[in-house]
């Protein structure tokens, strides 16, 4: 079975772009977490979505967005970015993204704003 | 609130040796912990979780975990350690996201194995 998978793998953008990254969960999955990982503030949650829907957030501005398909796969977009938005982008995966449950990482989108 | 604190930013370890890494949290309900771990550049891997079936949970790669109520600790172990082993390891909580709210993990700062020959 194939695993979570994320892309693009890397990303330069300037200040003030927008960028989109995917994120295709395993098969089955339906419940998929997006993380921003950075030296400073380390790992924090962005939000999560089940069958399209938003069920949770993090504390983030509006700048960050995401949503969900049909098929479970997920994009997350950030506009206007900002030199403080360089970091990793981690996807995970679950079945029902309920409580206790096992989360599936993928690799990650480096994103560097110059 | 729920929270998670790992004690140490850098731990250092001879081959062999025993690693033990810190965890303490924070839950008003019982909480459901888990042991991720991170290689250069790869995403998280799950060694254990704990979700009150035994305090002792033992992991992959040899790691295990002791979840302590009266300490409010999760600390994991290993008895040997091996240079494979070496990356960084983070402590998590989940959230009690109630209702229909989704899964969240709450992160640790994380611990940096180092292991030395």
């Known amino acids: 079975k194939a695993g979570v998978t994320q892309t693009p793998r890397y990303l330069i953008k300037t200040r003030g772009q927008q960028v989109t990254l995917s994120c295709s969960p395993i098969?089955?999955?339906?419940?998929v977490s997006w993380y921003q990982q950075t030296p400073g503030q380390g790992l924090q949650f962005l939000f999560e979505y089940f069958s399209e829907t938003q069920r949770n957030k993090g504390n983030f501005p509006g700048r960050f967005s995401g949503r969900q398909f049909s098929n479970s796969r997920s994009e997350m977009n950030v506009s206007t970015l900002e030199l403080g938005d360089s970091a990793l982008y981690l996807c995970a995966s679950s079945t029902q993204g309920a409580r206790g449950e096992k989360l599936f990482f993928g690799s990650g989108t480096q994103l560097s704003v110059l | 609130a729920q929270s998670v604190t790992q004690l140490g930013s850098h731990v250092s370890v001879s081959e062999g040796a025993l690693v033990l890494l810190r965890c303490n949290y924070s839950?008003?309900?019982?909480?459901?912990l888990f042991w991720y771990v991170q290689y250069p550049n790869q995403g998280l891997q799950l060694l254990l979780k704990?979700?009150?079936?035994?305090?002792l949970v033992k992991g992959i790669n040899g790691f295990e975990a002791e979840f302590k109520k009266s300490e409010t600790s999760f600390h994991l172990t290993k008895p040997s350690a091996h240079m494979s082993d070496a990356a960084e390891y983070f402590c998590?909580?989940?959230?009690?996201?109630?209702?229909?709210?989704?899964?969240?993990?709450?992160f640790g700062q994380g611990t940096e194995l180092s292991v030395k020959p």
């Open positions: 704990y979700t009150s079936a035994a305090t």
């Open positions: 998590a909580v989940s959230d009690l996201g109630g209702g229909n709210q989704g899964g969240k993990l709450i």
């Open positions: 839950s008003s309900v019982p909480p459901y």
């Open positions: 098969s089955g999955h339906r419940s």
